[in-house]
């Protein structure tokens, strides 16, 4: 479940999407904007990822996103 959802606007041509201060997506980092429906799709896997590991730190997800 999200409990909120925060839009801030950015210069220099950043688009990068957080969750609790870790980046799950970054247009610099990958190159590209994302696909339709990539950001749903990537939200949903970190809450479940987030789910199965209760409590490990997300930054090692990041890490595997090339995103941090």
């Known amino acids: 479940e999200i409990g909120s959802l925060r839009l801030v606007p950015s210069g220099a041509g950043r688009y990068e999407v957080s969750i609790d201060g870790e980046v799950v997506f970054s247009k610099k980092a990958l190159g590209r ?12 896997a970190r809450l479940r990822w987030a789910r199965r590991q209760q409590g490990a730190s997300a930054s090692s997800w990041a890490r595997s996103l090339g995103c941090e």
């Open 33 to 44: 904007f994302p696909e339709l429906k990539e950001i749903s799709d990537l939200i949903k």
